[in-house]
Structure formats: C-alpha cells, structure tokens
Nanobody
Framework: QLQLVESGGGLVQPGGSLRLSCATS????????IGWFRQAPGKEREGVSC????????NSADSVKGRFTISRDNAKNTVYLQMNSLKPEDTAVYYC????????????????????WGQGTQVTVSS
C-alpha cells in the first residue's frame, strides 16, 4: 500500500528553521515527482516546492525561494523540505504528495497532478 508520512513540524520562532521529512513506502520513489504543499486556515492549498524523479530539477513558489530547499534520498525513500528564515505567514499544515511525472526534465507544483497524499504536519511560526 502506497503511503507518505510527514514529520518534523512544530512551533518555531520567526527567523528559525525546521526540516520536514516525507517518508514513503509501497512504491518506488524515484519513479515519481514529489511535491510539498501547504494550507493555512481559511486559505487555499498552495504548492510550495517539488522535485523531479532524478532529483536534478526542483521548482519552488516565489514566496519561499531562497528560504526553502527540497531534496530527496531515494535510497532512504524520503524527501525533505529544509525551511529557513521562517515567517509567521509560513504557518500552515504541510503535506507531501507523489505524482506520476509528465517529464523527467521538470516538475510542477500544481496540486491536481499529484495522486497520493500524506496526512500533513503542522508548522507554526510565532513568537
């Protein structure tokens, strides 16, 4: 059974860092795009970052560029989201998702492309 389980969320002060992990099982990770998404209360889901099957290509929302970094370790079946310089507006539930790739040369943060989703982990940025 295909599963994605997020961890690493929590409460952090503005300017702080967190590393989210997405542990996967039940499928071959390197055959899929992996994306990170977030949803804040009262807001629509937002695509944060994605990584291609090879890990050589990433894509991030403008709101997190230069602060968040996505990476994958196919041997450990895990994808990471390193979040630095966190801001209160980064507060949200963060989800990872797996999608069948359209291309090996890029990835997309469009949520509708992703088929399999984790349950989410809460990130709260507050002083």
């Amino acid at each position: 059974q295909l599963q994605l389980v997020e961890s690493g969320g929590g409460l952090v002060q503005p300017g702080g860092s967190l590393r989210l992990s997405c542990a996967t099982s039940g499928f071959t990770l390197d055959y899929y795009w992996i994306g990170w998404f977030r949803q804040a209360p009262g807001k629509e889901r937002e695509g944060v970052s994605c990584i291609s099957t090879s890990g050589g290509v990433t894509n991030s929302a403008d709101s997190v560029k230069g602060r968040f970094t996505i990476s994958r370790d196919n041997a450990k079946n895990t994808v990471y989201l390193q979040m630095n310089s966190l801001k209160p507006e980064d507060t949200a539930v963060y989800y990872c998702a797996a999608g069948i790739p359209i291309s090996a040369r890029y990835c997309s943060t469009l949520g509708s492309i992703y088929t399999y989703w984790g349950q989410g982990t809460q990130v709260t940025v507050s002083s």
